[in-house]
């Protein structure tokens, strides 16, 4: 149903649509057990749960990015969505996110 939601259907790479579904799981507490905990994974644009911690972590910097994002991606996705946003390019925005929950 999430996937309702979404404006990017076809126009974003896949990773960043599954991403934002299980953001929209994630936030409505339907979170499986073997999900990766915050800060998990090698790449934010991995997907499904890596990428919905990523995004929860963003939206967190900004509340309603996620959604922001969401309309954005209307007519297409461009990682610069993230910089106009939230003021810093995707890769910086993964080191901090990897740094705030690095053991």
């Known amino acids: 149903m999430s996937h309702i939601w979404q404006n990017g259907i076809g126009k974003a790479p896949g990773e960043v649509i599954e991403g934002i579904a299980d953001y929209v799981r994630l936030k409505a507490n339907y979170i499986p ?38 309309k954005k991606m209307k007519d297409g996705y461009n990682d610069s969505y993230f910089v106009d946003l939230l003021g810093k390019n995707i890769n910086q925005l993964w080191t901090d996110y990897k740094a705030k929950f690095a053991n």
Do not use: M, Q, S
Request: hydrophobic share 35%; glycine share 16%; proline share 0%.
């Open 33 to 70: 057990a073997h999900w990766v905990k915050a800060g998990g994974g090698d790449r934010w644009d991995h997907g499904y749960d890596v990428t919905a911690r990523f995004l929860d972590y963003c939206n967190g910097l900004r509340n309603g990015f996620v959604a922001e994002l969401n």
